[in-house]
């Protein structure tokens, strides 16, 4: 996730456009949480998709007249919008900021970590990365500075180290701050299930917590490992490839995407040929870990499965289906998110809502 200077657009990218609530606080792939020296949270990545569920009776944001509170899974606000911007909860405390300064509240609204940041990230593995001066550092969760600001890029920590860049150069330090892996990455991603994903110059490859590459491939590889398989591609054509770095699902697909609850989006096409394709020449569906195409949908975009059900857009309306494909939530919202905790966020008329996985709306964008 990246902290930017305009949390403005981060917030219309978290809230209104409808982004997996468990994402937010995810180590796992897709998700790259990306801070730097100048920001606030926002999106790093387009394809999100669930990783480790939100925590249990988890309050949500909203947003009233401009101002940011939370509700619980009821649609009661607990904490009272009062903010002038505000963070998903993880690990018990969620960023707020108040005037120009970032700090953390607990679940009962309490400021437990007085707003002094010029920005601030959410808590993984214990640690939040905060902004002082134009550098990274991170606290812990009294709110001490356990690894001083010298950073200019950081992401989360993850498996037990987190990627971090000085001087235009990625490594990795552990929690104490000591530098695990010395900068020398041009990029490094979040450690998911024992190994990262860097490139090196042109060449890009999986390297393990000790920095030595245990795949390197002439595909291209773009993303990090999902329930132990990750997306290639050459050219137009993609597939997956295992732990081992062989080919596990032949390059087929003219898209595909991070496993998800033993499923995985793709999109497939005519043969290749001269000119650009049209959306109408694609089809989206999901396959199993086996490649086979296990729901073939006519739907016009499709996304992860997330607690058994998928969002599907018919047109310009974004609906539910479940793993056999039937529709159970009818297309009608203009964006709509994964499920987590028993909840998405969907978009009408750009306006928020929080529904639970039968189409009820629990928080009505007309909030």
Same mark, same amino acid.
């Given at each position: 996730?990246?902290?930017?200077?305009?949390?403005?657009?981060?917030?219309?990218?978290? !809230?209104?456009?409808?982004?997996?609530?468990?994402?937010?606080?995810?180590?796992?792939?897709?998700?790259?949480?990306?801070?730097?020296?100048? +920001?606030?949270?926002?999106?790093?990545? /387009?394809?999100?998709?669930?990783?480790? +569920?939100?925590? =249990?009776?988890?309050?949500?944001?909203?947003?009233?007249?401009?101002?940011? #509170?939370? $509700?619980?899974?009821?649609?009661?606000? $607990?904490?009272?919008?009062?903010?002038?911007?505000?963070?998903?909860?993880?690990?018990?405390?969620?960023?707020?900021?108040?005037?120009?300064?970032?700090?953390?509240?607990?679940?009962?609204?309490?400021?437990? $970590?007085?707003?002094?940041?010029?920005?601030?990230?959410?808590?993984?593995?214990?640690?939040?990365?905060?902004?002082?001066? #134009?550098?990274?550092?991170?606290?812990?969760?009294?709110?001490?500075?356990?690894? /001083?600001?010298?950073?200019?890029?950081?992401?989360?920590?993850?498996?037990?180290?987190?990627?971090?860049?000085?001087?235009?150069?990625?490594?990795?330090?552990?929690?104490?701050?000591?530098?695990? $892996?010395?900068?020398?990455?041009?990029?490094?991603?979040?450690?998911?299930?024992?190994? *990262?994903?860097?490139?090196?110059?042109?060449?890009?490859?999986?390297?393990?917590?000790?920095?030595?590459?245990?795949?390197?491939?002439?595909?291209?590889?773009?993303?990090?490992?999902?329930?132990?398989? *990750?997306?290639?591609? +050459?050219?137009?054509?993609?597939?997956?490839?295992?732990?081992?770095?062989?080919? *596990?699902?032949?390059?087929?697909?003219?898209?595909?995407?991070?496993?998800?609850?033993?499923?995985?989006?793709?999109?497939?096409?005519?043969?290749?040929?001269?000119?650009?394709?049209?959306?109408?020449?694609?089809?989206?569906?999901?396959?199993?870990? =086996?490649?086979?195409?296990?729901?073939?949908?006519?739907?016009?975009?499709?996304?992860?499965?997330?607690?058994?059900?998928?969002?599907?857009?018919?047109?310009?309306?974004?609906?539910?289906?479940?793993?056999?494909?039937?529709? !159970?939530?009818?297309?009608?919202?203009?964006?709509?998110?994964?499920?987590?905790?028993?909840?998405?966020?969907? =978009?009408?008329? +750009?306006?928020?809502?929080?529904?639970?996985?039968?189409?009820?709306?629990?928080? =009505?964008?007309?909030?």
């Amino acid at each position: 996730m990246i902290l930017t200077s305009n949390k403005k657009f981060v917030q219309i990218i978290l !809230i209104f456009l409808g982004i997996s609530l468990s994402a937010l606080i995810s180590c796992s792939p897709p998700e790259q949480r990306l801070i730097s020296n100048n +920001s606030l949270e926002s999106v790093d990545s /387009p394809n999100l998709s669930p990783g480790e +569920s939100q925590e =249990t009776n988890q309050l949500l944001p909203i947003i009233q007249r401009d101002k940011y #509170g939370y $509700i619980n899974s009821t649609g009661q606000i $607990i904490v009272k919008p009062q903010f002038e911007e505000a963070g998903f909860f993880s690990e018990g405390l969620a960023w707020v900021r108040i005037g120009d300064k970032s700090g953390f509240i607990d679940t009962t609204g309490q400021i437990i $970590i007085e707003p002094q940041f010029d920005s601030a990230s959410s808590f993984s593995e214990g640690l939040a990365a905060v902004g002082i001066g #134009g550098k990274i550092g991170y606290i812990n969760k009294t709110g001490k500075l356990v690894i /001083p600001p010298q950073f200019d890029t950081t992401y989360r920590f993850c498996e037990g180290l987190a990627s971090v860049a000085i001087n235009g150069k990625w490594g990795y330090i552990d929690k104490t701050g000591k530098i695990i $892996i010395q900068p020398q990455f041009h990029k490094a991603r979040d450690f998911s299930e024992g190994l *990262a994903l860097v490139r090196l110059g042109k060449q890009s490859g999986y390297i393990d917590q000790r920095g030595q590459f245990v795949i390197e491939s002439p595909l291209s590889l773009d993303r990090s490992f999902s329930e132990g398989l *990750a997306v290639v591609r +050459s050219g137009v054509e993609w597939g997956y490839i295992d732990k081992t770095g062989q080919i *596990a699902i032949d390059l087929q697909f003219r898209q595909a995407f991070d496993f998800s609850e033993g499923l995985a989006v793709v999109v497939t096409g005519p043969p290749v040929r001269e000119g650009p394709l049209e959306m109408a020449d694609l089809t989206w569906g999901y396959v199993d870990k =086996t490649g086979q195409m296990v729901i073939k949908t006519e739907f016009d975009e499709v996304k992860d499965f997330s607690e058994g059900l998928a969002a599907v857009a018919v047109g310009e309306k974004w609906g539910y289906i479940n793993k056999s494909g039937q529709i !159970i939530i009818e297309p009608q919202f203009d964006f709509a998110s994964e499920f987590s905790q028993g909840l998405a966020w969907v =978009t009408i008329d +750009s306006k928020p809502g929080y529904i639970d996985n039968t189409g009820r709306y629990i928080w =009505t964008p007309a909030n």
